[in-house]
């Protein structure tokens, strides 16, 4: 189950559900505030809870791949944006807004990060190539996903939100040929809907 850091106790804690099957997760203000939380929600999805999002409109939230919120007022258990740590931006423009996504989710959302524009334009470079890799997966064979890589993404995500060790086990799983392309294919997919990268925008485009 999800373990988060809880500031009251400096420790990191499993969550506790609102009530059965629901998680209220919200969110103080901030892009980088509302991009956890929406890992945050996809995550409590994968684990089949009902996750509601808490949180008003940022300006670009959307562009980082946000899903609105589907509440905007009243208590929630799961409060994330006070222990996120410092952020400050170069500009984006120009890139894909997804490239600030994935260079955020490359560091721990307690860290304190200050995002370069080379920074951004590595994560564009990354998330392109990353997009055309699975995109050659799609053009073989369809088979199931593997379990094993899933589970041990979901397990670092679930221990205070490790995004950074998700993106060598990427590699790794590209790298590892006992995982048959389509495995691999259907593998990523289905992390993407917890990192929210679009991993699949050039299937079928190349």
Not at 36 to 60: E, F, K, S, T, Y
Not at 168 to 193: C, H, N, Q, W, Y
């Amino acid at each position: 189950m999800l373990r988060l850091y809880d500031e009251e106790t400096g420790n990191v804690e499993e969550i506790t559900t609102a009530r059965p099957g629901v998680v209220r997760v919200a969110c103080a203000g901030g892009l980088r505030a509302l991009l956890v939380g929406d890992l945050i929600r996809r995550l409590a999805d994968h684990h089949r809870l009902r996750a509601i999002g808490v949180w008003d409109d940022v300006p670009g939230a959307a562009d980082l791949g946000v899903r609105p919120a589907e509440l905007t007022a009243g208590d929630a258990d799961v409060h994330v944006g006070a222990a996120v740590g410092h952020c400050s931006l170069a500009s984006a423009d120009g890139l894909d807004p997804l490239a600030v996504r994935l260079a955020l989710l490359q560091r721990h959302y307690r860290s304190d990060v200050d995002l370069s524009r080379q920074d951004l334009e590595e994560a564009d470079g990354s998330l392109v190539s990353w997009r055309r890799e699975v995109a050659g997966w799609a053009e073989s064979p369809g088979r199931p996903l593997n379990r094993e890589w899933v589970r041990e993404a979901v397990a670092a995500l679930d221990d205070d939100l490790d995004t950074p060790a998700i993106f060598p086990m990427l590699s790794r799983l590209a790298e590892d040929d006992s995982v048959p392309p389509g495995a691999k294919f259907e593998t990523v997919i289905k992390l993407d809907m917890i990192l929210g990268l679009d991993l699949v925008a050039l299937v079928g485009r190349l």
